[in-house]
């Protein structure tokens, strides 16, 4: 399963980590480059938070449809 990754400590567009690779994806129906990473197991995810910490996993209106965010700094 294919999830948009993202870092909240990371303003600008840098690769939020090392297995993000840069997509097109349709966001609100246009086009636009996003980091996309494959998760395909629990077990992968699980290894992806004992890597990156916190995690934040959401839906909303792009596709890939599922999007994760490394929560590695506060936010409101």
Known sequence: MKFLVKRTSFWDNKKPCDEAKEEDVKLWGEST???VIEISSL???LDFVNKYGDLIISTGA????FKIEI???YRE
């Open 33 to 35: 480059e996003a980091w």
């Open 43 to 45: 077990e992968e995810l």
């Open 62 to 65: 792009t596709e890939p449809t």
């Open 71 to 73: 929560y590695d700094d």
